[in-house]
């Protein structure tokens, strides 16, 4: 049974900075692109950055040079280090796992809500 379990989300007020975790199991992780997407109220699911099985990335324009997405294979986790936090990031974040970049999303975790004040 696949689980992805994200952790990280909270408050924070515009200017800060989060990390995200996402711990996998039931999986061979090295082998999966992994990504994370956000969900805002009234809004559908995006993209916010994707990492593939050797560690290229891809990011959305809205979080070039403010997000870093980097996985350690060896403890089955993927990260979402996020700085300088805007209102416009408020949304529930989830982890997902795609057999590659390009591909649909096999697997998904139940996300976590990330909260940024003004």
């Known amino acids: 049974q696949v689980q992805l379990i994200e952790s990280g989300g909270g408050l924070v007020q515009a200017g800060g900075s989060l990390r995200l975790s996402c711990a996998a199991s039931?999986?061979?992780?090295?082998?999966?692109?992994m990504g994370w997407y956000r969900q805002a109220p009234g809004k559908e699911r995006e993209l916010v950055a994707r990492?593939?099985?050797?560690?290229?990335?891809r990011y959305a324009d809205s979080v070039k040079g403010r997000f870093t997405i980097s996985r350690d294979n060896a403890k089955n986790t993927v990260y979402l280090q996020m700085n300088n936090l805007k209102p416009e990031d408020t949304a529930v974040y989830y982890c997902?796992?795609?057999?590659?970049?390009?591909?649909?999303?096999?697997?998904w975790g139940q996300g976590t809500q990330v909260t940024v004040s003004s």
């Open positions: 990492i593939s099985s050797g560690g290229s990335t």
């Open positions: 039931g999986l061979i992780f090295g082998y999966y692109a």
């Open positions: 997902a796992a795609g057999a590659t970049m390009t591909s649909g999303n096999a697997y």
